[in-house]
Nanobody
Framework: QVQLVESGGGLVQAGGSLRLSCAAS????????MAWFRQAPGKDREIVAA????????YYSNFVKGRFTISRDNAKNTVSLQMHSLKPEDTAVCYC?????????????????WGQGTQVTVSS
């Protein structure tokens, strides 16, 4: 099992930046695919970005492509999401998630470890 704790959320104006961090514990972190999801009020949880266990591959949803960057540091057991050019529609609770390396996926149900979430609020 991987335990995850997110941080870095907050309130920013449109066009601003935030960096989310996820601290992981557990020996399986380096063997896990990692992802960031978000859930806006009244909406389903949706993929934001994902990165393979090795860091060789990454995925971005179209609505964040070119604005967000996912990265991981297996030596420090962390995964980050650098967010630029934030928009009001980015307002959501953001969750860090970990899943088996054998299953590189964008579906929330395929991830088996979740953080508690961190709020990102973008004002217009």
């Amino acid at each position: 099992q991987v335990q995850l704790v997110e941080s870095g959320g907050g309130l920013v104006q449109a066009g601003g930046s935030l960096r989310l961090s996820c601290a992981a514990s557990g020996r399986t972190f380096s063997l896990s695919n990692m992802a960031w999801f978000r859930q806006a009020p009244g909406k389903d949880r949706e993929i934001v970005a994902a990165i393979s266990w090795s860091g060789d591959s990454s995925y971005y949803s179209n609505f964040v492509k070119g604005r967000f960057t996912i990265s991981r540091d297996n030596a420090k057991n962390t995964v980050s999401l650098q967010m630029h050019s934030l928009k009001p529609e980015d307002t959501a609770v953001c969750y860090c998630a970990a899943g088996p390396a054998r299953l590189y996926t964008t579906r929330p149900t395929d991830y088996n470890s979740w953080g508690q979430g961190t709020q990102v609020t973008v004002s217009s």
